[in-house]
């Protein structure tokens, strides 16, 4: 059966973002990265904000510079209570987009 393309393959070495999902609106990328550093290397992390409002819209990616670190990350964190919230993680589908993709479209 072919790789489904938009899970990370183990055995390329890339980048793995993670999907973290149900964060308190107050999270900050630094309390991320710290939280999530000690799996291992941290390379970016990114909280999506509401346009309008500029607010913290309750989820964040996560890039691990390896696949053994962020599944390591998904296997301690997800379902863990963090500020009395929930968390879900799981592997992102797909890599991050470039400012220049977002303003262009696919």
């Keep these: 059966m072919p790789r489904d393309p938009r899970y990370p393959d183990p055995r390329t070495g890339d980048p793995v973002s993670l999907l973290v ?3 308190d609106r107050r999270a900050t ?3 991320l990265s710290r939280m999530f550093g000690r799996f291992g290397r ?3 992390v990114y909280i999506p904000r509401d346009f ?3 607010r913290a819209r309750g989820f964040a990616f996560v ?3 390896s696949y053994p ?3 390591e990350a998904v296997r301690m964190m997800d379902g863990q209570r963090v500020e009395g919230r929930q968390l879900s ?3 992102a589908q797909l890599s991050r987009k470039s400012a220049s993709e977002m303003k262009t479209g696919p």
Excluded: G, Q
């Design 52 to 54: 309008h409002s500029r």
């Design 69 to 71: 670190d962020a599944k």
């Design 63 to 65: 890039e691990f510079e």
């Design 21 to 23: 999902r149900n964060l």
């Design 29 to 31: 990328s630094r309390t």
């Design 89 to 91: 993680i799981c592997f």
């Design 42 to 44: 941290v390379s970016d």
